[in-house]
Each structure stands twice: as C-alpha cells, then as structure tokens.
C-alpha cells in the first residue's frame, strides 16, 4: 500500500479550492464511517474549522487514485499539553499500519513542538493498540462527557 502522510492544516490555504472541496467531502464520510458524525449540523464549513483550528490535522492519502485512507488529529494549548482525537481509518484499509504511522506523525509533531503531556481517550478494545505507541491508562480517572443541545 502506497500512500503519503500529509499535514492537512499545513497545506489547507494552497489547495485550490475543489481539492479542499473532495478532501472535506472524503474527511466528512471518514466520520460518519466511524459514527461521531450524523447531524445536520455537520457540515463542511464546519469541518474546515475544525482542520484550521487543529493543533495539527494529518491524513493518509493514496496517490492514484487520490483516496483519503484515514486521518487522525491534535488539539492542543500550544504550550504543554495535547489531546490526540479522531484517529479513523477506512474499514477496508485497517491493519495495514496506518494508524499507527498517522499517530506517530502526530507524536512527532507534538514532540518538535514541545507538548510535555499528550492524552487521548481510547475506544473499548483499542488499549493493546495505543499501549504499543507508548500510552498507558492513568489511574482513578474516568473519561467524561457533556454535549450541549
């Protein structure tokens, strides 16, 4: 499998604009595979800010044809701490490492900016994943949630 790791909110201002248009629509069905996304709400204006405003947003692209694999991204203080979130590959693409080379992407890009603690929230059945990248569970905490109506 040959694709490329490409920072998304590094580049989003050069792409001409039908290309962020299929990279917006392929990132948007990316989330609604996973099932984070189904309200109207949803839309690509919004995702667009949620890229730009991304500590940092990295996508596994296939070249010919040009096919967004999975993605995965980081929201961050930009001071000391990072929360890595929406890590999502396509289902018939997964086992095949690209979800571990985005993370290690987004880990090197937290590094060389100098984020002391990175966190994330992992799925049910996902810890033997993310422990071999070096995470581990933290002790007493519970993930919690609030979603505003």
Request: proline share 5%.
């Amino acid at each position: 499998m040959i694709y490329t790791l490409t920072s998304i909110d590094a580049c989003w201002e050069s792409l001409p604009c039908s290309r962020q248009e299929d990279y917006l629509v392929q990132i948007r069905d990316l989330y609604r595979l996973a099932g984070w996304w189904s309200d109207p709400g949803d839309t690509l204006e919004k995702l667009a800010r949620i890229i730009t405003g991304s500590h940092c947003f990295i996508a596994a692209v296939q070249q010919a044809p040009e096919v967004i694999l999975g993605m995965g991204r980081a929201i961050s203080d930009k001071a000391s701490d990072a929360y890595i979130q929406d890590v999502m590959v396509r289902p018939e693409f997964r086992r095949q490492a690209i979800a571990s080379s985005i993370l290690k992407c987004i880990m090197d890009r937290l590094d060389r900016d100098r984020m002391t603690w990175i966190g994330l929230i992992a799925k049910e059945g996902t810890i033997p994943f993310y422990a071999g990248l070096g995470f581990s569970e933290i002790p007493g905490t519970m993930p919690m949630l609030r979603i505003k109506c």
